[in-house]
Each structure stands twice: as C-alpha cells, then as structure tokens.
C-alpha cells in the first residue's frame, strides 16, 4: 500500500520568491548509444523517437574501466552502473559519489531529457526509461529522485534490462487521485515560472525549499545545474512530473531483481515511502536509511552512500 502522504518535492506556493561548485570527475562526456533494448512506450515526444522507433541517444558521462570494441567503439569492463540524476540537475551533479562509484566499474552518468546535453528531448517517463537503457543497456541501475522514478519505469518495462535496481529518494507515485492532480497543478505553475523567471534564481528558491535543508552549498552542484536549459526544465516537469506519473503502487510485486532503497532519515516522506514500497515489492527490496542526511543523502553523505551501493552490488 502506498504511503497517505503525497510526495512532496515540490513546495505548496512555487509562486512565491525565495529571498558551489561541483566535484569534477574524471570522465567522458558524450552521446551515449548504449546496446541496450528500448521495450518501454514513449508518449508523444519532440527530438525523441515515435513509438517503436529507435530511442534518441541521451548525452551522458562514462567514467570508471572503458576498453575499445571490436567495432572500434568504446564497451564496460564489467557489468556498468547507470546514474539518473535528479529534477534541476545532470551527469556532472553526482559531485564525489560518482568518482567513489567508478573506481572499480564502470559508470554511466544519463542527463535525462529536459537536462544537460539532453535539453532538446522531450518525452514521458516511460520514453525516458527507453532512453536510459538504450545509454546503459543491461547492467545495474541508480535513480535519485525523477531519475529513480525513471529507473523504476524501466525496470518495469524491461527488467531482463535490469540487475540491481537501486532508488534514492524516489517514489512509486501518488495514489490519490486528487493529491495527484494538485501536484500537477503545481507542476505547471513551476513550468510557467521557469519561462519567466532567470534560472539562478529559480535555482537559489529550489534549493531553499525545507526538502533540502541538510544539503550543503557544496553538495547542491549548483554549477552544474545552471548549465540546464530553463525550457528543458519546464517540458520535464509537464512530462515527467510525479504530478503526470501513474501510480505504479500495484505493480511493484513484479519486480523480481533486488532493489535497494535509500532514504536520509532526515527525509521523513520518503523514508515512509521507501518502506511502503519495500514491503509491496516483497523479500527483493532492502531498506537503508543514511543518518543525518535528507533527500539528498548520495550528496550530504557520498562516502556513506557509495559503500552501500557498492556493498548491494558486489
């Protein structure tokens, strides 16, 4: 059952005002064109695919152990990690985690449609989850936030796609039909103001938002979210909003590959989220809970999380 709270990543008011610098890693940006299938059904998209067609490659990061194909293009060594960033962000805004991650596997960090590289795609989650296996292709997979979201899509729609499956600070949707469509009333609003309001300010609100209080000047990579493209933004949260989500609450007993869900015990929604949706998903699904953080716990405790990742993988 989910959760009676709706998810709040979002204040109630977007309308009202509010009154960094990433870690660099050592990486590759390119056009990701990952081998793997693109199953999911994406909605009507501009820059992206129609249906059945093949998924428009999403700009990505590729760091950790690379080696030449015979084809002459570049393949993991070992099973790769694919990153989905959350709203407001892109590849560059895992800061140290993402080094932390690629020291021993290699890693692909997606800027998601909307983001980054990926400004000019514009699709719906399950258009995205096409997207992002098609950059990672069959290996594991982390998700914070809209890219949890992403990532749970995914591993609905494809999950002989998907080894591990690990969420950070995401939700299986709103439940409520009502709560939902207030939440996608509040979508728009902040879509509207991103069309009007200069991105470093609409940026500096974000962030003050009590949902990230706990984070840091350093770990809110601000530079790196200010290299989005403020319309890309807005298309994202009309298309990809948990206001515009289905709930996906009665099928999580589908998934059958392990799934590890983090939550910053400081992050109370979402830790209760994490729970309901660990006991709809049944004995796959581990809980863990970072102390001290909130919702950005892989940003506030990188080192903390990057063992549980790594320790869920091995």
Do not use: K
Not at 224 to 236: E, K, Q
Not at 278 to 299: D, E
């Amino acid at each position: 059952m989910p959760p009676d709270t709706a998810d709040p990543e979002v204040p109630a008011d977007p309308s009202q005002p509010a009154p960094g610098t990433p870690c660099a890693a050592t990486a590759t940006r390119s056009t990701a064109r990952g081998s793997g299938p693109g199953a999911g059904t994406a909605g009507a998209t501009v820059g992206a695919h129609p249906p059945g067609g093949t998924p428009a490659p999403l700009a990505a990061v590729h760091a950790g152990p690379w080696r030449p194909g015979p084809d002459g293009a570049t393949q993991p060594d070992g099973v790769p990690l694919t990153l989905a960033h959350g709203f407001t962000q892109n590849a560059a805004a895992w800061g140290p985690l993402l080094d932390d991650l690629a020291g021993d596997r290699p890693v692909v960090a997606v800027d998601l449609p909307g983001h980054g590289g990926s400004s000019h795609i514009h699709t719906d989650l399950w258009g995205a989850a096409t997207m992002v296996a098609a950059a990672g292709g069959t290996g594991d997979y982390l998700g914070y936030s809209l890219g949890g979201r992403v990532c749970l899509h995914l591993a609905l729609a494809q999950p002989h796609t998907v080894r591990h499956l690990v969420l950070v600070g995401a939700t299986a949707g709103i439940a409520d039909p009502a709560a939902r469509a207030a939440r996608r009333a509040t979508d728009e609003a902040l879509a509207d103001r991103l069309a009007t309001e200069p991105l470093e300010q609409f940026l500096t609100w974000w962030l003050a938002q009590p949902l990230f209080r706990t984070l840091t000047p350093d770990g809110a990579t601000m530079a790196a979210r200010l290299t989005n493209r403020p319309m890309g933004l807005a298309t994202s949260l009309r298309s990809c909003g948990t206001g515009t989500q289905e709930p996906l609450w009665d099928r999580l007993h589908t998934l059958t590959m392990p799934v590890l869900l983090i939550a910053g015990v400081l992050d109370v929604r979402f830790t209760v989220a994490a729970l309901a949706m660990a006991r709809a998903i049944g004995p796959s699904a581990t809980v863990a809970l970072v102390p001290g953080a909130g919702h950005a716990s892989h940003l506030e405790r990188a080192a903390y999380v990057g063992a549980l990742v790594r320790s869920f993988l091995a």
